[in-house]
């Protein structure tokens, strides 16, 4: 592969999201497999702090495109900025986040860079000189392999767990920062931020938990959840669902794990009364650990479990609890 990789990545209000890291990990597994660079990519207005944790990765460089345009977030403000740094320094591959802001703007991207673009990937394997990248349409139901006709600018959008951001290892803090000039006077905006959206203030960002205890539809009924949130309490662990019992309103959904929830990857998640149906095994089979409670030894969800407990989640979650709240000593 002639010219570099560059993972981009993205920040929030509190610095570096963790899903930039997972880009860098997929980087550092394709840069390693296809002997290229690797090069981690800010875009802000000031992005001097970003750069100095990306520096702190294995990463060759970290490149830094500063402009004021860049804040708040417009797509053409992007969309601009990063067509210039690709046709500057022509990169072969380019890995982003697929977020909802990647969503808006990367797919513009690509048609003014005119580069391919395979969205939502979850995996990739290296065959000879062909890097074959796998995305799950139709709602996760299927396998595509997905490989690019030409020789790049290519582009890449990774789903949120599918590479882990614990791989994206710290490095010796020397990559060299590179400032990459940029000229947006010149780049309209069709865009005026009047204001930046924000959801409600309680609702649960999974991602960042490290231990999660999900339910499915094999809890009966909504009276029955008590049982679980007694696990996850004594876990310490946020409460999640699969799709049924959201759909049905027993939990909110912004407690839905899979395809069309939330995409996790906690050190420990515990599936209870959770049969495992594609859609919601995308969501969670990155987990650590994973262990299911279910009566059907048959259940999809035992093939992606570390440890699988076949029997009446009414008598072994409360079991576990206790023998959870025994070995703290709050039982």
């Excluded at 509190?14 to 840069?31: R, W, Y």
């Excluded at 890097?131 to 490989?147: A, E, H, I, W």
């Excluded at 882990?164 to 400032?179: C, F, M, N, P, Q």
């Excluded at 409460?239 to 794990?257: F, G, H, K, T, Y």
Aim: one cysteine or more.
């Amino acid at each position: 592969m002639a010219g570099a990789i560059w993972a981009i990545t993205e920040s929030g209000d509190d610095g570096l999201k963790s899903i930039s890291f997972e880009v860098i990990a997929c980087g550092q597994a394709l840069a390693e497999a296809l002997g290229s660079s690797l090069e981690a990519v800010v875009m802000a207005a000031d992005g001097s702090a970003a750069a100095e944790a990306l520096g702190a990765k294995r990463v060759d460089a970290v490149r830094v495109i500063e402009d004021a345009a860049l804040a708040p977030y417009t797509p053409d403000a992007y969309t601009a900025a990063l067509a210039q740094a690709i046709e500057a320094d022509s990169p072969s591959l380019v890995l982003f986040p697929h977020t909802y802001q990647a969503r808006d703007w990367v797919p513009r991207l690509a048609a003014e860079v005119d580069a391919g673009f395979i969205s939502d990937v979850i995996a990739h394997r290296v065959d000879g000189d062909e890097t074959v990248f796998v995305r799950q349409p139709y709602q996760g139901k299927l396998n595509s392999d997905c490989v690019f006709a030409g020789d790049g600018p290519n582009i890449v959008s990774l789903q949120l767990g599918a590479y882990l951001a614990d791989d994206a290892a710290a490095g010796d803090g020397s990559a060299e920062i590179v400032k990459q000039p940029v000229d947006l006077d010149g780049a309209a905006s069709r865009t005026e931020v009047l204001e930046t959206f924000q959801e409600v203030a309680d609702r649960v960002d999974l991602s960042r938990a490290d231990v999660i205890v999900a339910v499915g539809r094999g809890i009966g009924k909504q009276e029955q959840i008590p049982i679980v949130e007694e696990l996850s309490e004594a876990l310490g662990a946020q409460l999640a669902a699969s799709r049924p019992v959201c759909d049905n309103e027993w939990l909110p959904m912004d407690r839905q794990i899979g395809s069309s929830g939330q995409t996790v990857t906690p050190k420990l998640y515990v599936a209870v009364g959770i049969s495992g149906a594609i859609q919601h095994l995308v969501g969670m089979k990155n987990s650590g650990t994973i262990v299911a409670i279910n009566k059907d030894p048959n259940a999809p969800v035992f093939s992606v479990s570390s440890y699988g407990i076949v029997g009446d989640l009414f008598e072994i979650v409360p079991e576990l609890t206790n023998q959870i709240r025994e070995a703290k000593g709050t039982g």
